[in-house]
């Protein structure tokens, strides 16, 4: 291969590897590393006041937007709702940033409790491991909702349909 070509082929590869590295991985800046909730949209997604959506990582609520009433959906809600609207999240991402909807993915921290956690602990939630994000948290967050079924926490204890299950 010619000099000159070496030294494109080395550039263009140098770019890709810039650009890769920006997209993704938990050092990435996928978005604003917090923020304050405007808007609780519904058990696993909020607004914050710079005007981004955030879509809670690895967790699913029941549905309560759209017309849809599922079991413990607005319950779900309400919950997230009681925690962080009006607060000062801090946000941390994982490998990729955005959801098919265009939706920052994050885990979403308040006064050192993490919410994702804590709806799939309060059985609010259920486990949604979409790889890559998440493979590292991917058991911790199956045990969490173990032991909320096994306890009977808040949906699992009065939901005959779980429709995040």
Known sequence: ?????????AAALGAIATLAAGCGGPASTCGPSSGVVARVIDGDTIELESGETI???????????????????SNAAQFNSDLVLGETVTLSYDVECTDRFGRLLAYVTLDDQEINTLLVERGYACVLHIPP???????????LEAAARAAGQGMWGICEDVTCD
Do not use: K, Q, V, W
């Open 1 to 9: 291969m010619p000099l000159n070509a070496r030294a494109h082929a």
């Open 55 to 73: 879509r809670y990582l690895m967790i699913d609520t029941p549905e309560s937007t759209g017309g849809a009433t599922d079991c413990f959906g």
């Open 133 to 143: 994000n998440g493979a590292d948290r991917a058991d911790e967050f199956e045990a």
